[in-house]
């Protein structure tokens, strides 16, 4: 990459605010090594802390944005994306006095940074710094020309490298007749907080608009606020039948108002979505991906037939440690939740399982606490009845607590009956000895689990259960782990096969169905197996899971064609 470094960083210059906004106010001149300040001095720069969006500011190609974080003071932020021949530049005209000296300035962050003038009628000047990964100011200073009244002041990154972030700017100097920004006041407290619609975790609030706020804070009960930039709010994780007291305040780089008057609303009460259909004694599990990853995008109601158990991934968890949350994903297809729901009500009418998968490779969920289990437990439970989901599956894959995640489980079970779905998707270093976090936690709830997928793939070499090492991507690999589980205490209907359903599916551990459909009859039947072969059958094994039923459209239903009937025909 070429970059122009013909521009020399000259060295930084901070004022210190106390003391220069005693010498503006009183006329004062300030003389030192810091600078010299005089009065008449301003900064001449409009919207310099971007805490109105970007009034006052044009970028180029739409590549600049105002943000609420990160910023370095105030509520905003400017964050501008460089594409392609774009180098994300934003500028500013400010007024300014002939003949007279500025000091620019600005604090960036991120990619490639620079900050310049051109116009000035005695030459462009400019100013730059590479990545910074923390806030950074740089400084340079220009001299008017005999009849400049106005100067072009810009910020641009590099071309193809990362966002940059500006903030605070500064155009120091004689005022060129355009004034300043005046300083912010706190705002006035809002009124005419109201409660809107509600669900079983969720009310909807909005309020009157406060002239001279930049965002607003939310309270539930005085406390946990919530900020947004608008004038409603929908605030979620709730308990079910509760009542809820809610307050808004207003704010700005000034401060924040008072407390609004509060208003109380009461979620919904909890509608029973009925026990759903039985997990049959040979079952298929699928996961459905509510986002886009390039897999095929379906809608639940396109999930092949096939599935018994559909894990509609993933749970959001929330800023309450433990609390787990749900939101649509546009971009699989759905125009309303209502449509959403009604596809996981008409898969239970068909005899499916609905559940909700908590985790992934980018979930992280932590339940390490009482308080942490209780809120799992009461927001599964809340979205359980909200949408119908039949139970919850684990795939945490960040580390969990055996002892805290059995009580979540356990609490959810009291609350669900024994209706409830309890699946879980180790890995499989996860299972390898009974002594595991998650295997701890298999055996505490195993009266009310029904079965635990581990996933047979991304994974190095592993331990059978006869001490022998077993390359992944084999039927031994299969079975000599999944006997493991038996040994350690699993029923062997709490045992099923989890594999990519296409090489797409996972980075690595891809294996043909008919290797799924061997490792099937050799632990069910002991025929089919490679050169391991278990001490005795065991007919009742669940059966199999893939990642997923998106990625297995995508190959052309060619697992679950093949796997499907071959599960649902075990003995």
């Excluded at 370095?72 to 003949?99: E, I, S, W």
């Excluded at 355009?178 to 006035?188: L, T």
């Excluded at 396109?302 to 158990?309: L, M, N, S």
């Amino acid at each position: 990459m070429h970059v122009d470094r013909t521009t020399t960083r000259p060295h930084g210059r901070r004022w210190l605010g106390g003391a220069l906004a005693l010498a503006v106010g009183s006329g004062l001149v300030l003389v030192g090594g810091a600078g010299t300040a005089q009065a008449a001095d301003v900064n001449v720069a409009k919207n310099a802390g971007f805490e109105n969006g970007l009034a006052n500011w044009s970028c180029s190609a739409g590549s600049g944005a105002a943000v609420s974080s990160p910023v370095r003071t105030g509520t905003g932020a400017l964050k501008a994306t460089p594409a392609g021949l774009d180098n994300a530049k934003c500028v500013q005209t400010v007024a300014v006095k002939p003949n007279s000296t500025y000091t620019l300035s600005a604090w960036v962050q991120g990619g490639y940074a620079y900050l310049g003038a051109n116009g000035t009628g005695t030459g462009t000047v400019s100013t730059w710094t590479p990545d910074s990964p923390s806030w950074k100011q740089l400084t340079t200073t220009f001299t008017t020309g005999a009849s400049t009244t106005s100067v072009e002041i810009y910020t641009h990154g590099w071309y193809g490298t990362s966002p940059y972030l500006v903030d605070d700017v500064s155009v120091y100097g004689p005022d060129g007749g355009g004034g300043q920004d005046p300083d912010p006041v706190v705002p006035s407290t809002p009124a005419g907080l109201a409660a809107g619609s509600v669900t079983t975790s969720s009310v909807a609030l909005s309020w009157g608009a406060v002239s001279g706020a930049t965002s607003y804070k939310v309270y539930r009960d005085g406390a946990n606020p919530q900020t947004v930039t608008g004038t409603s709010a929908t605030v979620s994780g709730l308990t079910a039948d509760t009542a809820y007291q809610f307050q808004v305040s207003a704010a700005n780089a000034a401060g924040e108002s008072a407390k609004s008057a509060a208003v109380t609303a009461r979620t919904a009460k909890p509608t029973d979505p009925g026990p759903g259909p039985a997990v049959p004694k040979h079952a298929v599990t699928g996961y459905w991906q509510n986002f886009d990853n390039g897999a095929a995008k379906q809608k639940l109601r396109d999930v092949q037939a096939a599935y018994d158990i559909i894990a509609v991934s993933f749970a959001d968890s929330t800023t309450t440690p433990g609390q787990i949350t749900f939101n649509l994903d546009p971009a699989v297809g759905y125009t309303s939740v209502a449509d959403f729901k009604a596809d996981v009500a008409a898969k239970k009418a068909a005899g499916k399982s609905v559940i909700i998968s908590v985790g992934g490779e980018k979930g992280n969920v932590t339940v390490n606490s009482d308080a942490s289990a209780t809120a799992f437990a009461d927001s599964a439970y809340a979205l359980m009845q909200e949408y119908g989901f039949n139970g919850v599956d684990i795939d945490l894959e960040h580390g969990i607590n055996s002892t805290y995640l059995a009580k979540a489980l356990r609490q959810l079970s009291a609350k669900a009956g024994s209706s409830l779905v309890i699946t879980m998707a180790p890995q499989t270093i996860d299972m390898q000895s009974t002594g595991t976090e998650y295997f701890k936690t298999a055996l505490a709830v195993k009266d009310i689990l029904t079965v635990v997928n581990t996933q047979y793939y991304n994974s190095g070499s592993m331990l059978g259960c006869d001490g022998k090492v077993y390359s992944q991507g084999s039927v031994d690999f299969l079975t000599a782990l999944a006997c493991i589980q038996i040994q350690g205490g699993l029923a062997p209907s709490q045992v099923g096969l989890g594999v990519p359903a296409s090489t797409r599916g996972a980075g690595s551990g891809y294996v043909d169905p008919q290797v799924v459909k061997n490792a099937l009859d050799c632990l069910t039947k002991l025929t089919g197996c490679g050169t391991f072969k278990p001490a005795q059958a065991w007919p009742s094994l669940r059966g199999a899971m893939t990642w997923s039923t998106n990625w297995d459209a995508t190959a052309g239903n060619a697992w679950s064609n093949a796997v499907g009937p071959h599960v649902h025909n075990l003995p």
